[in-house]
């Protein structure tokens, strides 16, 4: 094909939704693709053809992962690794993970059509494990690719109950024990670029087709229990109850606030609620909910944390409740390398004639583990209603192509600056 960039977004969008289903899907009538398994295999034969008729060398790593390899003008170039991951949930989207590949060997496809090779090569890898929707642990394999993997457990059973990561990998002759001979860390890996559907809606309620992501969000996660005393709903007076249902709605509302008044990328949800005893006529004497806060930085959410947790104290003592916070999760904010940033914004303003929307992903990626390697780079693009994890996830061709050219351009201005 060679009707440019509008015509490669159109074939990078057929590409995904021909992978959406059987052999790519193992699952009737939806998208399951986990890792390793046989519409995993299908796939990876579908996307190495794509990678050789693009006039890249393929194979698999010792972690499953599919890399095409187009050299650069020296057989030692540093390497500049454009990826997404492979796998989806179950019952998931066409575009989560695949687009990103798919848009990586369209790029590849643009220069080679063109014959030009770069001081550095381009490689496009597919990750096997991004979602964790096999094993009982994600982004399994870009640890491995980053060097930053920890021995995993070989006998961890799959969701299936069919197989351990151990015998899931012999299929594919690797080997669990040597999974982290797949590590770029002796590698000149200068930079990993990944294209993602945003999965959330900014982009398309503000109009943008593309965004770039500034940094992947700093995460806290907190689950709450408040005491009180659980009493008859109809003897109980008033000013004598110690609801801690009643408690737990103010301290809701308290983070809803807090959230609202932040910047960087701040969301702070309540996204789970249990009350005890739950019944119509019992006074509620216990409640376990949690707290999720994101943001750009760190600092952003360690302030945000902060506030609500003090907010959530006051309601606690003035009410006379017991309560007790458990941290469950902490993850660090992964910043993009601001360089790269740089360059991201200036390829999106280049082929959307407007200034690039920062983002921050509120979401993980591969880039966040990648991070670990080399400078990231990420860039978003719209899907409609901000849908994902769900088959009604859909892109337009129009903006895959977008996301094409701010590729390539990004690509192109990556190579003067490097030179
Ligand atoms: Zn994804």
């Known amino acids: 094909m060679h009707g440019g960039n509008d015509a490669c977004g159109a074939r990078a969008v057929a590409r995904c939704t021909e992978l959406g289903r059987a052999p790519y899907s193992q699952m009737e009538g939806g998208l399951f693709r986990p890792y390793l398994g046989p519409s995993y295999r299908a796939t990876c034969e579908r996307l190495a053809q794509w990678m050789q008729d693009a006039g890249m060398a393929t194979r698999m790593d010792a972690a499953g992962n599919l890399i095409g390899r187009y050299g650069g003008q020296s057989p030692d170039a540093p390497v500049v690794l454009i990826g997404s991951h492979i796998d989806s949930v179950r019952d998931g989207g066409f575009f989560d993970g695949m687009l990103g590949?798919?848009?990586?060997?369209?790029?590849?496809?643009?220069?080679?059509?063109?014959?030009?090779?770069?001081?550095?090569?381009?490689?496009?890898?597919?990750?096997?494990?991004?979602?964790?929707?096999?094993?009982?642990?994600?982004?399994?394999?870009?640890?491995?690719?980053?060097?930053?993997?920890?021995?995993?457990?070989?006998?961890?059973?799959?969701?299936?109950?069919?197989?351990?990561?151990?015998?899931?990998?012999?299929?594919?002759?690797?080997?669990?024990?040597?999974?982290?001979?797949?590590?770029?860390?002796?590698?000149?890996?200068?930079?990993?670029?990944?294209?993602?559907?945003?999965?959330?809606?900014?982009?398309?309620?503000?109009?943008?087709?593309?965004?770039?992501?500034?940094?992947?969000?700093?995460?806290?996660?907190?689950?709450?229990?408040?005491?009180?005393?659980?009493?008859?709903?109809?003897?109980?007076?008033?000013?004598?109850?110690?609801?801690?249902?009643?408690?737990?709605?103010?301290?809701?509302?308290?983070?809803?606030?807090?959230?609202?008044?932040?910047?960087?990328?701040?969301?702070?949800?309540?996204?789970?609620?249990?009350?005890?005893?739950?019944?119509?006529?019992?006074?509620?004497?216990?409640?376990?909910f949690t707290i999720d806060v994101r943001a750009g930085t760190n600092a952003t959410r360690d302030d945000a944390a902060r506030e609500i947790l003090h907010i959530a104290h006051q309601v606690a003592k003035r009410r006379g409740l017991g309560m007790d916070v458990v941290l469950q999760q902490d993850l660090d904010a992964t910043p993009c390398g601001p360089r790269l940033t740089d360059l991201m914004k200036h390829a999106v303003r280049a082929v959307t004639h407007t200034p690039a929307r920062l983002l921050v992903s509120g979401a993980g990626h591969d880039a966040m583990v990648m991070a670990h390697l080399a400078p990231v780079s990420m860039l978003f693009i719209r899907c409609a209603g901000g849908i994902s994890h769900n088959p009604a996830e859909s892109v337009t061709d129009a903006d895959a192509g977008l996301a094409l050219r701010a590729m390539t351009t990004f690509i192109g201005l990556f190579e003067r600056r490097f030179g």
Not at 183 to 202: L, N
Not at 203 to 211: M, T
Not at 218 to 246: I, S
């Open 101 to 288: 590949v798919v848009l990586g060997i369209e790029a590849v496809a643009h220069f080679a059509r063109q014959g030009k090779r770069f001081p550095f090569a381009l490689e496009v890898i597919g990750f096997g494990d991004e979602e964790g929707s096999r094993f009982p642990r994600g982004m399994l394999t870009s640890h491995a690719v980053a060097g930053v993997l920890e021995s995993p457990d070989p006998d961890m059973t799959d969701c299936m109950g069919t197989a351990t990561l151990a015998t899931a990998l012999r299929e594919y002759g690797l080997d669990a024990k040597r999974m982290h001979m797949a590590s770029r860390r002796d590698d000149p890996v200068v930079a990993y670029v990944e294209a993602h559907i945003e999965q959330g809606p900014v982009l398309e309620a503000e109009g943008h087709a593309l965004g770039v992501v500034s940094a992947i969000a700093a995460q806290h996660r907190y689950r709450v229990t408040l005491c009180g005393m659980a009493g008859h709903a109809g003897t109980v007076a008033m000013k004598l109850r110690r609801d801690a249902l009643a408690g737990a709605a103010e301290i809701i509302l308290a983070v809803e606030r807090v959230g609202r008044a932040g910047g960087d990328g701040l969301v702070a949800t309540v996204g789970s609620l249990e009350v005890a005893p739950g019944a119509a006529n019992v006074v509620p004497g216990h409640v376990a």
